[in-house]
Nanobody, 120 residues
Framework: QVQLVESGGGLVQAGGSLRLSCAVSGSIFRLDDMGWYRQAPGQQRALVASITTGGSANYEDSVKGRFTISRDIAKKTVYLQMNSLKPEDTAVYYC??????????????WGQGTQVTVSS
């Protein structure tokens, strides 16, 4: 079984910063791409940023230049540094990870979500 545990959400004023973390645990044989998604009330879950095992990152246009995704392969952890936060960044942020566990079984797992609220 694969588990993703997120931390780091909270309430911040516009212009502030937050750092989200997501640690993956379980019988992981291989950890592939990881990413962060967000879902605001009444909206669909959407990709914010993703990162490959090689460190290549991809960002949604509205967060480019403000958010930075990174990962620690040894710790099986992905981070999202969020700077210059705006009220429109308010959402529940979900971590996603893909790979293989127990050597042959693919997984595509989600964290429980962490609330980020940006006040104006």
């Amino acid at each position: 079984q694969v588990q993703l545990v997120e931390s780091g959400g909270g309430l911040v004023q516009a212009g502030g910063s937050l750092r989200l973390s997501c640690a993956v645990s379980g019988s992981i044989f291989r950890l592939d791409d990881m990413g962060w998604y967000r879902q605001a009330p009444g909206q669909q879950r959407a990709l914010v940023a993703s990162i490959t095992t090689g460190g290549s990152a991809n960002y949604e246009d509205s967060v480019k230049g403000r958010f930075t995704i990174s990962r620690d392969i040894a710790k099986k952890t992905v981070y999202l540094q969020m700077n210059s936060l705006k009220p429109e960044d308010t959402a529940v942020y979900y971590c996603n990870a893909r790979g293989l566990y127990l050597r042959y079984t693919p997984f595509n797992s989600w964290g429980q979500g962490t609330q980020v609220t940006v006040s104006s």
